[in-house]
């Protein structure tokens, strides 16, 4: 049995999205919620080649970067 160096790529970003999506909404950080809408690309690229609902994994990178979007904007002269 060997080890899958995809598969631990998988599982890292998508932990990663976890944490820094949480952070980044808890925090109000936009830069945080960009970040895990840009660690969960490619995960969720591999999900549109499914089938039925598993497609909709394709919204998360969009959510993540809407959410952003909408945090800068209520406090667009915020530095950090």
């Keep these: 049995m ?13 932990g990663a999205y976890f944490f820094l999506f949480i952070g ?6 936009w830069r945080a919620l960009v ?3 840009i660690a969960v690309i490619l995960p969720s690229l591999y999900f549109f080649g499914a089938e039925n609902w598993l497609r909709l994994a394709i919204l998360l990178p969009f959510l993540s970067f809407i959410l952003a979007y909408l945090v800068r904007k209520k406090d667009p002269y915020k530095i950090v």
């Design 35 to 37: 970040a895990s809408g």
């Design 24 to 29: 980044g909404l808890l925090a109000r950080s």
């Design 2 to 14: 060997g080890f899958y160096w995809a598969g631990l790529l998988f599982w890292v970003l998508s």
